[in-house]
């Protein structure tokens, strides 16, 4: 059976990042693009339609489908992907910090909080809704988590059986100096119970880590 990993999470919250650390020459990468063999308009083509692409590749697959859950559910995605060996690893990130870096590169959520807090529930919620039945399939990791221990990710690499090259680097979290301190306390009431769940959820904790392993992680 074919392995599929897919990366998936809310915008800016170091999917780019985390697809990164598991794009190695081990596996055969697609992230999300407005027209390729595997998405259009940044969209996962049907399952039928791009269904030779993947078995034509020797070895894992991995994809990054971030746009999905504004569509469709991460269980409806499961559903269309259930003839494949697949694994999904949904990354998730302090939702100030998330805020801030979506506003700073899109326009949607500008001087929208709330607005912002109900896409991220919604986003993160589908998540933790499929996943009974397929906790070893559905693996969720904090992008604070993966900043601080680069254990985490070797953990990652295991749960989705590919190879891992660690890419992080410190968060400044800049979204805690940048928002507004009366934004900042609505973004926390509003996603408060999902950021929970998340972390009841999560399949990893990070340890406490001294900065030059973390370096040693990325040259290594």
């Known amino acids: 059976m074919k392995r599929l990993v897919f990366v998936m999470g809310m915008q800016r919250s170091g999917t780019n990042a985390l697809f990164s650390c598991l794009n190695t020459k ?6 999300e693009a407005g027209d390729s063999p595997l998405f259009e308009h940044m969209m996962l083509r049907p399952e039928a339609a791009i269904r030779s692409v993947l078995v034509a590749v020797d070895g894992p697959v991995l994809v990054k489908p971030i746009s999905e859950t504004k569509h469709r559910s991460v269980a409806a995605v499961f559903d269309e992907f259930e003839g494949y060996d697949l694994g999904v690893v949904w990354i998730y990130r302090d939702p100030v910090n998330c805020y801030a870096s979506h506003a700073q ?17 919604q986003a993160n919620r589908s998540a933790l809704m499929a996943l009974a039945g397929r906790e ?12 601080t221990d680069p254990s985490v990710l070797k953990q ?8 891992t090259r660690y890419r992080f680097h410190a968060d400044a979290n800049r979204g805690r100096a940048v928002v507004d301190a009366a934004e900042v306390a609505l973004i926390e009431a509003r996603t408060g119970a999902t950021l929970g769940d998340l972390d009841q959820a999560r399949c990893w904790v990070a340890g406490e880590v001294p900065p030059w392993e973390r370096l040693l992680a990325r040259v290594f």
């Open 26 to 31: 081990a596996v055969v990468g697609f992230n």
């Open 105 to 121: 590169r899109w326009v949607a959520f500008r001087g929208k909080p709330e607005a912002f807090c109900q896409a991220w529930n």
């Open 136 to 147: 070893e399939c559905l693996s969720f990791v904090r992008y604070a988590d993966l900043i």
């Open 156 to 163: 990652v690499g295991l749960r989705t059986k590919l190879p």
